[in-house]
């Protein structure tokens, strides 16, 4: 840029105001077009997913708390499934899932339980049946 710059001095006791003077400036201004650049233009994708999926279990702990509920389990699987949808709810994962585990851990020996004590309790009087026979 060429700039010119004039500096004018007066005298400090004259009496009169300064009088300024406008200067001019030239400014070029060049035009430079699309970037040139050698690489490709690159783009990056970031996939946020809006809603993890955590199974709380609650349907099946509310199955083992209704049907043969051996030892309660049902009902504490019922209670730690209930706490997994919870902290599902706040936002808290990790809790969600480590309440849902506990929960399916239950819930699998409630199962198991119960159908162990249906097949007894429905053998056994059979059998005593037959025995009396």
Request: hydrophobic content about 45%; glycine content about 4%.
């Amino acid at each position: 840029m060429n700039r010119m710059v004039q500096t004018v001095f007066f005298p400090v006791n004259s009496g009169q105001p300064p009088s300024y003077e406008m200067l001019k400036e030239e400014h070029k201004v060049v035009v430079l077009g699309a970037p040139h650049n050698p690489a490709p233009p690159t783009s990056t994708v970031i996939h946020i997913h809006s809603e993890t999926s955590v199974p709380d279990h609650v349907v099946w702990s509310l199955f083992n708390t209704l049907f043969m509920n051996p030892c309660c389990l049902g009902f504490i699987a019922f209670t730690y499934s209930v706490k997994s949808r919870d902290r599902k709810m706040v936002g808290d994962l990790i809790g969600a899932q480590a309440y849902a585990s506990t929960a399916k851990c239950l819930n699998i020996w409630a199962l198991i339980l119960g159908i162990l004590m249906t097949i007894l309790l429905t053998v056994i009087p059979v059998l005593i049946y037959q025995a009396h026979r």
